[in-house]
């Protein structure tokens, strides 16, 4: 294969360029960190696709070929490599790169050897035994104060807490999330026993869920019927309608199951991270924010609804699991702020 048929739209330059080192679905994810990037880096960025994925981006590109590490290295010459995605190949070649390499949002402890290695959050740096904390660059966050809580809220559920029960939040549910709430709940229940607060994203859909939770004979009271009591211990199911409970009840939870991540529907993943509680996602992680917090080992990904009942039985029986969960979020929250500008001047400054 010639050089030339590598690259569209023309052929990027080839002297003192950074390769970034990455699939097209992780480059676009990381366009607007490749913009900051580049308006700091004395080395222009050049893209290493690693799939043949579509780019109609700014950067040169080229896909990589099917040739030895040593001999693409050997034509590229590059001045340093930035890799986005761990795979055989990008391993390859940072394994016979005679430049800086440098993995993003390294997920595994091998890459500690070779090259420096960003990560997301300090339950991941723990979990591969190295790295440098930085945040997520690929996501930009804004400075905001963690959430209050509002203990006059949570005091409504004193009762429950003194019979030994646990609360889980189905937080912004969308259409098909209810049954799977129920379902998981009840599996969750028969170690022990707890307490569902369920809350719809869709104040259309308040009656026709509620007229269909009647089904499975448990103890409901409706939030907005009960606004400043007590609820009473033997409640099974805390049915939320008002917006202001909806929020604060994201503080008084012993885990918070984010709606949107189990179905196609909006999440509500900023409000779930601000409250610094235990947090579940399902298997759907469009959303940025949902992605960026997997990625980062800060919140406990469930492939379904089993999955779902399974690790969140374990984790509410387990009072240290739960702080360690609460804890790994809360510290996320808390360091994600500047992360992109906290890369970009670690990258700008090695590259110098």
């Given amino acids: ?39 700091r880096s004395e080395r222009p960025l050049a893209l290493l696709l690693l799939d043949k994925g579509p780019y109609d981006g700014p950067w040169p590109w080229a896909f990589l070929p099917p040739l030895s590490p040593a001999r693409v290295l050997l034509r590229l010459q590059p001045d340093c490599l930035l890799i986005f995605d761990d795979d055989a190949r990008s391993r390859a070649l940072a394994a016979a790169a005679q430049c800086p390499v440098w993995w993003i949002n390294g997920q595994s402890a091998d890459l500690l050897a070779m090259g420096r290695v960003t990560v997301a959050s300090a339950a991941q740096a ?3 035994g190295g790295g440098i904390v930085t945040g997520d660059p690929f996501v930009e966050w804004p400075i905001v104060p963690p959430a209050v809580r509002d203990g006059a809220f949570c005091d409504r559920f004193q009762g429950v807490r003194a019979a030994g029960r646990w609360v889980v939040y189905f937080a912004a549910t969308s259409s098909g999330e209810e049954t799977l709430a129920y379902s998981a709940f009840l599996n969750m229940s028969t170690q022990s026993g707890g307490l569902l607060a369920l809350a719809p994203t869709d104040s259309a859909r308040y009656e026709e869920v509620y007229r269909e939770s009647i089904k499975y004979h448990l103890l409901t009271i409706r939030q907005r019927r009960l606004l400043t009591s007590e609820v009473p211990p033997k409640t099974r199911v805390y049915y939320i309608e008002e917006p202001s409970a909806r929020q604060a009840m994201y503080a008084c939870a012993d885990l918070v199951v984010v709606g949107g991540t189990f179905v196609d529907g909006p999440v509500a993943m900023y409000e779930a991270l601000s409250a610094g509680v235990p947090i579940a996602v399902g298997p759907r992680r469009t959303d940025l924010l949902v992605a960026a917090a997997v990625r980062a080992r800060v919140v406990i990904p469930c492939t379904g609804g089993e999955d779902l009942a399974a690790q969140g039985a374990g984790v509410l029986s387990d009072p240290a699991a739960r702080e360690r969960w609460a804890r790994a979020a809360r510290d996320w929250f808390t360091l994600q702020p500047g992360a992109r500008a906290r890369v970009v001047a670690l990258l700008t400054d090695d590259f110098s």
């Fill in 1 to 39: 294969m010639r050089w030339v048929q590598w690259f569209w739209p023309g052929k990027p330059p080839l002297a003192h360029v950074c390769w970034v080192v990455a699939t097209s679905e992780s480059t676009a994810l990381a366009h607007d960190f490749l913009t900051a990037l580049a308006k």
């Fill in 126 to 128: 723990s979990a591969i």
